[in-house]
């Protein structure tokens, strides 16, 4: 067996060992979906006066979150075991925006929270611009 089809085997191996994996975390993660739904669910019915006002929105943000990864796993398989970049700032701008909802006490912490988003946005813009593809 000479050493490029070992190298190709391994290769082979190794990506189907990865698809696997990712296939069992989109199942978790889809469990975990449904029973965010069931959560935020049960919080639309309840009383409305004994519950924080931002608990509601940290779970439709914790609910995008979990639609993100799941389409970032979509994403992976569709372009042939590649995950686009922009995905992965897509879903950081959305998890820094649920931690300033969530973690809202200290003025400079969301200060620095949302200069790390306008960052996140500069390197979306960086990455979308056809000036890097020549």
């Given at each position: 067996m000479s050493g490029l089809s070992q190298s190709k085997l391994i290769a082979r191996l190794l990506q189907w060992i990865i698809s696997c994996s990712l296939l069992i975390i989109a199942i978790i993660l889809i469990?975990?979906?449904?029973?965010?739904?069931?959560?935020?669910?049960?919080?639309?019915?309840?009383?409305?006066?004994?519950?924080?006002?931002?608990?509601?929105?940290?779970?439709?943000?914790?609910?995008?979150?979990?639609?993100?990864?799941?389409?970032?796993?979509?994403?992976?398989?569709?372009?042939?075991?590649?995950?686009?970049?922009q995905y992965f700032i897509y879903i950081g701008i959305t998890a820094i925006i649920r931690l300033i909802i969530v973690e809202h006490k200290e003025p400079i912490s969301v200060l620095v929270y949302s200069v790390s988003i306008l960052v996140m946005i500069l390197a979306l813009y960086i990455a979308n611009t056809k000036r890097l593809i020549k």
């Open positions: 469990i975990f979906l449904i029973k965010e739904t069931i959560v935020l669910s049960a919080l639309l019915f309840k009383n409305s006066e004994t519950m924080p006002s931002y608990l509601l929105l940290e779970g439709i943000i914790t609910y995008f979150l979990y639609f993100e990864f799941i389409a970032l796993i979509i994403k992976y398989f569709q372009s042939v075991y590649h995950f686009p970049l």
